[in-house]
């Protein structure tokens, strides 16, 4: 089984979050480091947001400008040697766009994912048909090609195996819509297979699954959401569209969207109750 490894998105983004905590300590903007240094404005702009990768020489100028310590500079330095690595994800960025190659980074050092779908079985749970049939459902409108649908597959499967079965798995909490039982994708033995595997990915000690009912008093009108948490970075929330993807990391509003979560997650059924409606359409889609 995969072992869990530190992610380099993380380690990018906190080395940003370091460089510019250590700025405003000194009390300088940014436009006033960057002319101390001899640098554009949008150089430290950018590498504090993650955008641009600094040189070792690049953090060696910066904390000697905000007169830090060499254990501080060591930290830097690590981070950036951490930065720099490959993750496994890059083997697909061919064929992902770009905004959820940078979820899978982050996901890949979550201690805790919560997932609200309304519409489909979340990418986590799809079996490898079920997956093919939701990838081929786009194809006309985001234009995959065949070497494309199969290798957004590969990298699904890939992803289950890196966060449900590594070492150290994030805990998962999950609710669906009871729609998301019952929108077909594939044959009926798709559908079948599918609602057996999530009763399997139920039993995990780490994966609490719910599902809102259709009878159900629904608490908040809001698509499909994912909500990150780590152990030493903020929390961050995935929006995904048929285009494009947001991240939401504005702390006011990470917290609503955990308020959102835990509305839904009440209105529920609790995990057995949600096991014995899977149970009930699995046995529907042997017809």
């Not at 940014?30 to 993650?50: D, F, H, M, Y």
């Not at 490959?86 to 766009?97: A, I, Q, T, V």
């Not at 519409?119 to 065949?146: F, K, M, N, S």
Request: with cysteine; glycine share 6%; charged share 30%.
């Amino acid at each position: 089984m995969p072992s869990q490894q530190g992610s380099p998105t993380v380690r990018r983004l906190r080395l940003g979050q370091e460089l510019r905590l250590l700025r405003e300590r000194n009390k300088l903007t940014g436009a006033k480091a960057a002319k101390e240094l001899g640098w554009s404005a949008s150089k430290v702009s950018r590498i504090e947001a993650a955008r641009t990768m600094p040189s070792a020489d690049d953090i060696r100028a910066l904390v000697k400008l905000y007169g830090v310590d060499g254990g501080k500079l060591d930290e830097l330095i690590g981070l950036l040697r951490d930065a720099e690595q490959r993750g496994w994800w890059e083997d697909y960025e061919e064929s992902l766009p770009q905004e959820y190659t940078r979820f899978l980074g982050l996901e890949a050092e979550a201690i805790y994912q919560r997932s609200w779908e309304p519409q489909i079985v979340p990418g986590l749970l799809q079996t490898e048909d079920y997956a093919r049939e939701v990838i081929l459902a786009t194809r006309g409108i985001a234009r995959i090609t065949h070497s494309g649908v199969r290798s957004r597959v590969e990298a699904r499967l890939d992803r289950q195996r890196r966060v449900l079965h590594r070492t150290e798995p994030c805990r998962l909490t999950v609710v669906l819509d009871e729609s998301v039982l019952m929108r077909r994708f594939g044959d009926y033995s798709v559908m079948r297979e599918q609602m057996e595997h999530l009763l399997e990915i139920s039993m995990l000690p780490h994966v609490k699954l719910h599902v809102l009912t259709l009878d159900a008093v629904h608490p908040v009108n809001t698509g499909t959401f994912i909500h990150l948490q780590f152990a030493a970075f903020d929390d961050v929330v995935y929006l995904e569209q048929l285009y494009t993807a947001d991240f939401v990391e504005d702390l006011q509003r990470v917290a609503g969207y955990e308020t959102a979560f835990e509305h839904i997650r009440s209105e529920a059924l609790d995990e057995d109750e949600s096991r014995v409606l899977i149970q009930h359409k699995a046995m529907v889609w042997r017809r």
